[in-house]
C-alpha cells in the first residue's frame, strides 16, 4: 500500500537515511498499547456521535483487536511513527473505506499526546509500588535495628553516636517525599489531550469527557492548544526521577564506604557484587557502583528535557518527539534502580558489633559531655564547648579529674566543685546512654524511633490503598473499554 500520509501533498518519497531521522518507532514500542486503546475509545465515541456507522465501528473494532493480538512486530517499521504504521495495518486489514474513518476528528498531535501520558501514567503507578516495597523494606529493617549502634557523620566524620534505625529511616523519609511528589505528579499526569486535534479541536461533534473516561483519565484537559504542545509534564516527572535517583545514589555511596575494608559496617550479599577478573579475593559492589552512575543518565535525561522544551512557540513542534526517548529511559532506569536498592537491601548483611564499636571512635560523645556540663554545672555551653574541645586535643575518654584540670584553666574553678560528678560523665560518654536522652522527635532514643517506625507504617499503608485505588482505576476503565470493543463486534 501507499503511504497514506505522503500520498497527497507531497510526491516525494524520504531517502532512508531521512526515514531513519525521522522516525520515532523505536520509541513508539512503548506506546504501541496505549495506541491501540486510544483508537478503541475514539472509534466507539465516533459511532456514539453519529461520526461513523455503527458497521465501520465494528470493522474498526475488530481490526484493532486484530493489531492488539499481533503485537508490534506485525507493523511496517518503515513509517514514521507508529500512529500511520497502526492506521496503515489496519486499512489493510478492513479497507480504507472503514479504516480509513478512524482518524476522523482527531490528530496525530493528541493522539501521541494522549498516548504518552496514558504510558507514563503506567510507568508511575508501577514505580510507586516499587518505591512502596523499597519503603518497607527499609522500615522492616529499621525496626530491627533500633537498638544497633554505630557513628553517625558530618562531613563524613565521625560526629555523635545515632543507630543503624535512625540512619535507615533518614533514607526512608526521603523515599517517602519521593511518593508524595509522584502522586501529585499523577494528578497533572492523568488529563486527556484526546480530542483537541492539530491544536485547534475540530468541527466533528464529538465528546471527549466519554473517551477520557473510557481511558481512566480525570478528564479532559481544557486548552486544545495547551493540550497538544505542553510537554511539562514529562520534566515534572523526569524532575521526581532524578530525585529519588539523587536518593538512591546517596544510599549506594555509603554502601559502596560502608562494604569498604575501612568500614566494615555491612556486606552485600553475593547476587549484588561482583569480583575481579585478576584479583580473586575481591568483591566488589557493583550494583551499588552502576546505581550511582545511572542517577547522572537521569539527571541527564531531565537536562534534555528541559533543553528540548525551552523556547518553543505554541502549539505542537515536531521538536518534542524527541522528549519522549528521554522519558522513557529515565522511568526505566529509575524503577529498576529502586527493584535493585530494595534487593540490596533485603539481603543486606549488617556486622553490628563493628558498628557499635565504631560508635565512640572520634570521641563522638563530646556534644553530650558538653551538654552534661551545661545541665550539671550551670555553665554557659559555649563554655563547656571550649572546655571538652580542649580535652579533645589529649583524650577522647576523659575523667572527672582531667575535666576539673581544664576547667581550672578556663574558669578557675572546677566543675565538680558545680556539681558535676564522676558517674554523670560515663553516663555522658556511654554511646547508648547519649541516644537514650535523644527523645526529641525525630531523634535517635529506642523509644522515639518506635514510636516514629509506628507512625510510618500506618502513612505507608495509607499511601499503599491510595495507589492501589489509582491503579484500579486504571485496571477498570480498560477492562470494561475492552469489553465494550468486544460488544460492539
Known sequence: MSDILRRGR?????????RAYTSSMDADKWIFEADVYVDMAHTLMLQEQGIISKEDCSKILFG???????????LDFSYEDIHISLESRLIDIIGEEAGG???????????????IRFALRGELLSLLEDLMKLENTLTTLATNHIHTLMPGFTHLQHAQPTTFAHHLAAHADAFERDIA?????????????LGSAAFASTGFPINRYVTAQRLGFFGPMTNSMDAVSSRDFLIECAAAFANIMINLSRMAEELILWSSQEFNFVELDDTYASTSSIMPQKKNPDTAELMRGKSGTVVGSLAALVTICKGLPLSYNRDLQEATPHIIKS??????????????????????????????????TATEL????????????????????????????PSLSEIDAVSSE??????????????AVKGALDPMSNVERRMVVGGPAPIQMRDDLTDKKKRLSALQKQIWDMDLAVEKALEELTEEVKKEI
Not at 10 to 18: C, D, T
Request: aromatic share 4%; glycine share 6%.
Open 101 to 115: 474513518r478512524m482518524h476522523s476528528g482527531r490528530s496525530r498531535n493528541d493522539e501521541v499526546a494522549t498516548c
Open 331 to 364: 522511568a526505566n532506569v529509575t524503577d529498576t534502580s529502586v527493584r535493585m536498592m530494595t534487593g540490596i537491601m533485603e539481603t543486606l548483611t549488617v556486622n553490628a558489633d563493628i558498628m557499635e564499636a565504631q560508635s565512640i571512635a572520634g570521641f563522638t
Open 410 to 423: 578556663i574558669l578557675g574553678y572546677k566543675l565538680s566543685d558545680k556539681g558535676l560528678t564522676e558517674e
Open 370 to 397: 558538653a551538654d552534661t556540663m551545661v545541665r550539671d554545672a550551670g555553665i554557659p555551653f559555649r563554655t563547656a564547648h571550649q572546655i571538652v574541645g580542649t580535652l579533645s586535643k589529649t583524650t577522647t575518654n
Open 64 to 74: 484493532l483487536l486484530q493489531i492488539q493480538e499481533e503485537g508490534m512486530d506485525k
Open 181 to 193: 511528589r509522584l502522586m501529585s505528579a499523577y494528578e497533572r499526569v492523568n488529563i486527556c489531550p
Open 10 to 18: 507531497l510526491s516525494k518519497s524520504p531517502s532512508e537515511e531521512m
